[in-house]
């Protein structure tokens, strides 16, 4: 694709986000820093609790030098981290992000407060000087700050005055800064939580009634723009949940331990996203694999869902957020059936919409092959493609792009352009079944088809029944002809057995498998990639229906729970 084929809509985002970058480069020179001087706080008034979970072995790595941030180890050789040059950017976004303070903090040593204190002196010392560079990035100070907050006490255990009036400068510039720069932020996950640190702060240090009613004003808009009615985020990430409601909750909480009433749009958002989390999640925990959903830390969900007190079973249909659900017995089917966020929030949105997960008791056996949000971009664009969803695709192309012109990713990211525009659903439930009709035009410019898809579940569970077709618009031209593939991922623990009958078994268990059928298509079974796995990227299978869209255009498939067993594929 050539720049001069790029749409008004990415010309626009361009032209914005080198407007924010210039803005931010100013008011990171002589002409704005004085703007970040001034008084330094007294004191310290609270310490926000922080719900990340923390590992006291992970402080005595830390201690010997070995630093894993970002899925990516680095031993120091005894010098500050801070002094190395790494070309990794997840670990220096990590690394100067100082959520690591965590493990210190838990360890509960005078070891451990004396290396938290030398780290964090370390980099007052080489970047609190000077605002430039990644270590300054606004989302990187926003979770700098709010770490720092929230572990000062270990910071600050055994700190003498000059150390303690350090870091309390350093506090309050970082708080300066972002302030003057989080309105230029792009839109999404890192601007909100940048107003949540902003409103930690003004909690935690001593400041004016009228800062704080600015930090909680600005706060509440965000949350009202950005948190969906039924708790999703307006990325469509399941992801984004997990880590705003890491920072709400404790804020919440710092707002009542500080006797100040938390503000209504906080406590409605946080009421909204728990079920919103619930509904992403598989009985297993996993959280499905949607729009930048990677592997799932089962802990960290359900230290987050203890807060939830609504109770109840989550919504079949989260409307606003573009997914459906279906659960019956053990059984929950979970399915992406809303076109793509928003531009400038699709840089981790995938091209998979109408794709569904399925899971049954503790087991995934249908899935999406998620994306490994540790090891860099190196696989990124393999996991967004529609390939890797359990859905359709025409010609082995994707319904959406996401590769611009060499150098236009440093500007505008990678957003899907070109998507599905028009989504239709229609829920279909019943006494006995659960149900929906999902369409998207996303292969209409190319080929003339709109792809359709009807889920059924019945049995109590046992019985999901599947219905794809391909559908030429009215008062269009004739669609072109094209190969079809629609494919199904299992889950790398589950294995794959054909019985005599020719059909396709799924074992999860001994007492939980399913046989896969399909009439008129002959299922084969073809090498995958699960990028969600805990140790990186590895090999897993799917089920692949291949055809004509001039010889068929409809194919009706189904997953049915049985306990019969036959030979391995």
């Given at each position: ?10 010309w626009?985002?361009?032209a914005?986000q080198?407007?924010?970058?210039l803005?931010?480069?100013l008011?990171a ?34 201690y ?23 070309d ?8 100067h ?47 700098r ?62 400041t ?23 708790g ?10 997990l ?8 804020l ?28 992403f ?6 959280l ?11 802990d ?28 019956m017995g ?17 840089n ?15 087991n ?9 949000n ?37 500007w ?9 525009r ?9 006494a006995?079944?659960?149900?929906f ?110 055809f ?7 194919v ?14």
């Open positions: 694709m050539q720049a001069s084929g790029l749409s008004p809509l990415l626009d985002l361009a914005r080198a407007w924010r970058r803005r931010r480069r008011r020179g002589p002409a704005y820093r004085w703007r970040y001087s001034g008084r330094t706080p007294e004191r310290l008034l609270i310490a926000p609790p922080d719900l990340r979970l923390a590992d006291p072995e992970t402080a005595r790595e830390i010997n030098g070995r630093f894993l941030l970002g899925g990516h180890l680095v031993e120091t050789g005894g010098e500050s981290p801070f002094l190395l040059d790494i990794h950017a997840f670990w220096l976004e990590e690394l992000g100082f959520r690591w303070l965590r493990h210190l903090h838990a360890a509960q040593t005078e070891l451990a407060a004396a290396n938290a204190r030398a780290l964090v002196s370390d980099w007052i010392t080489l970047h609190g000087r000077r605002i430039s560079g990644l270590a300054w990035h606004p989302a990187v100070t926003a979770r700050l709010i770490a720092w907050l929230q572990h000062s006490a270990i910071v600050l255990q055994g700190a003498d005055l000059a150390s303690y009036r350090q870091y309390l400068k350093m506090l309050a510039v970082q708080v300066r800064y972002l302030r003057s720069v989080t309105g230029e932020m792009p839109d999404g996950e890192e601007r909100l939580r940048a107003r949540t640190a902003l409103a930690f702060a003004a909690l935690s240090l001593p004016s009634p009228s800062a704080l009613r600015t930090a909680t004003r600005h706060l509440s808009t965000e949350l009202d723009r950005q948190i969906l009615p039924d999703g985020h307006i990325s469509r990430n399941p992801r984004v949940i880590e705003l409601l890491a920072d709400l909750l404790p919440r909480q710092t707002y009542a331990n500080q006797a100040e009433a938390p503000p209504p749009a906080l406590v409605g958002a946080v009421e909204r996203m728990l079920p919103a989390l619930r509904f999640r598989h009985r297993d925990g996993s499905a694999r949607f729009n930048g959903m990677g592997v799932t830390t089962h960290r969900v359900a230290a987050i869902l203890r807060h939830d007190d609504t109770g109840g079973a989550p919504l079949s249909h989260a409307r606003h957020s573009g997914y459906q659900r279906l659960s053990s059984t929950t089917v979970i399915a992406d059936t809303a076109a793509p966020p928003p531009l400038e929030l699709s981790m949105a995938h091209a998979g919409c109408l794709s569904f997960e399925l899971s049954s008791g503790r995934q056996f249908i899935v999406n092959c998620g994306v490994d540790l090891s860099g971009e190196a696989y990124r664009p393999l996991a967004r493609a529609t390939a890797a969803h359990s859905t359709a695709t025409l010609n082995d192309t994707s319904q959406a792009r996401f590769a611009l012109p060499a150098g236009w990713d440093d505008v990211g990678t957003p899907l352009v070109s998507g599905p028009q989504v239709e659903c229609r829920r279909e439930d019943a006995d079944a659960q149900g009709v999902a369409s998207h035009d996303g292969y209409v410019t190319r080929f003339g088809l709109i792809h359709e898809r009807k889920l059924t579940l019945t049995q109590g569970g046992a019985l999901l029944q599947g219905v794809d077709r391909f559908i030429q618009p009215p008062d269009s031209p004739p669609a072109r002809p094209a190969s079809a593939a629609i494919r199904f991922h299992i889950h790398p623990d589950i294995q794959v057995y054909r019985d005599d009958a020719g059909m396709l078994i799924l074992a999860g268990d001994v007492t939980d498998t399913w046989v896969f059928s399909c009439s008129g298509v002959e299922p084969v079974v073809e090498e995958s990639i699960f990028f969600a796995a805990v140790a990186g990227p590895c090999r897993s299978r799917q089920i692949v229906l291949h004509r869209t001039s010889d068929r255009a409809e009706n498939w189904q997953l049915s729970r049985t306990h019969s067993f036959a030979e391995s594929v």
